[in-house]
C-alpha cells in the first residue's frame, strides 16, 4: 500500500510519527535517508523490506539518519 505513496508523502507520513512498512528495493537511497530523518524527527517507527540487495554502507547510511528509529527486513 504504502509503495505507491510519493516519497514526499511518505516523509510527511514520517515526520508526523505514523509508523509503517514499506518495499524499499525500488526506492532509491537518498529517498529512503530523507525518510529516515522524517522518521528519527516525528518519532516514528517504519521498517523497510527488500534491503537483501542493498550494499551494507547503504544500510549504514540510512540506519543512522534514522537514529534507532528503522528496522530493516529482507
Known amino acids: 500500500m504504502f509503495e505507491r505513496k510519493s516519497v ?5 507520513l514520517a515526520a508526523n510519527g505514523a509508523g509503517f ?8 537511497t537518498n529517498d529512503l535517508t530523507t525518510i529516515a530523518l522524517a522518521a528519527k524527527r516525528g518519532g516514528a517507527r517504519i521498517t523497510f523490506s527488500g534491503m ?4 551494507h554502507k ?3 547510511q540510512i540506519a543512522r ?8 527486513t529482507d
Open 52 to 55: 537483501k540487495l542493498r550494499p
Open 58 to 60: 547503504e544500510i549504514m
Open 8 to 12: 514526499n508523502e511518505l516523509i510527511e
Open 65 to 72: 539518519a534514522g537514529g534507532g528509529n528503522i528496522t530493516f
Open 21 to 28: 512498512e514499506l518495499k524499499a528495493n525500488l526506492k532509491s
